[in-house]
């Protein structure tokens, strides 16, 4: 429990500090690691689907350990294969010199755990499939400290009634969606109000379209989704409550414009009598088929 809070605690000091002024975090994607009934190409086209996922968010520097010429070096002699990953074996001060000569902040590190094939009926027809299902963790590591970020579980899985092979193609080839999860979980979006644009006339006017700070340069697109948070001072601890939601509709670069979906009023109170300090907007996903709203 004490873990869980202190990361916590942790997390939201980060994303208060980080909120000011966005900037791009960079991260080392290393090698995977995989179990034995898992083969090297599959390992590493699940590897090179999460390396996809982090340089098409646009907010991250993305060293990837396949292509880079000292982390080539770091890992010529490493085992491709390890029962278990965790800062003993994924960190030490000879892979932190490197890590920092590179200026990152963090390490991403995955273990294909799984691998297995079957022939199954199709639930709406009579038809069977090839179903090949891949499962993988991915851990995110501070490299500073060597403490763990966060971790998820995460399975893939592809189908064909033909060939295999094909359905294999495909369970891998997934992996670039499901990293999405992990990226927006663990490493957040944050920044903060620029600007409210526009306000509703009433007695409580509220806030309808708004500027964050970052935009293009961080890889926001139209439909990109926000939370916006107040951060309370309670005693001791600094904490954050959501009370608005945002949807982006223009981004430029350096700024993005947006509607206000949720909570204008209070977005509107907040940010002219506290301040835009006391506000943290912080990414949500993307906006599912969002160019037809």
Not at 194 to 202: A, D, F, L, S, Y
């Amino acid at each position: 429990m004490k873990k869980f809070l202190s990361l916590v605690v942790v997390a939201l000091v980060a994303i208060s500090a980080f909120a000011q002024e966005p900037k791009k975090e960079t991260v080392i994607v290393e090698l995977f690691t995989r179990t034995g009934v898992v083969s090297n190409y599959v390992a590493e086209g699940v590897r090179n689907g999460v390396v996809q996922n982090f340089i098409e968010k646009g907010r991250f520097n993305v060293v990837d350990a396949a292509s880079n010429a000292q982390l080539q070096a770091l890992n010529a002699n490493r085992v491709e294969t390890a029962e278990e990953v965790n800062a003993s074996n994924v960190l030490s001060a000879e892979t932190n010199d490197v890590y920092k000569s590179l200026g990152a902040n963090f390490l991403i590190k995955g273990h294909v755990t799984n691998w297995s094939k079957s022939y199954v009926k199709e639930a709406l027809t009579d038809n069977y499939t090839y179903r090949i299902e891949i499962n993988f963790t991915l851990t995110a590591y501070r490299i500073s400290d060597g403490s763990v970020v966060g971790t998820k579980a995460l399975s893939l899985t592809g189908n064909n009634r033909e060939d295999w092979e094909i359905a294999e193609q495909k369970a891998i080839g997934s992996a670039h969606f499901s990293a999405t999860s992990f990226v927006d979980e663990f490493f957040p979006f944050a920044t903060s109000i620029e600007q409210i644009e526009e306000v509703t006339k009433g007695k409580k006017p509220a806030a309808k379209t708004l500027y964050i700070l970052g935009g293009t340069e961080m890889g926001v697109a139209k439909g990109q989704l926000f939370v916006v948070k107040q951060v309370k001072q309670i005693g001791s601890r600094t904490t954050q409550v959501e009370i608005g939601k945002l949807k982006a509709v223009e981004a430029m670069d350096g700024l993005t414009k947006c509607i206000v979906t949720k909570g204008g009023a209070e977005i509107n109170d907040i940010f002219n009598n506290q301040g835009k300090e006391a506000l943290v907007v912080i990414s949500a996903g993307e906006a599912f088929l969002s160019g037809l709203f």
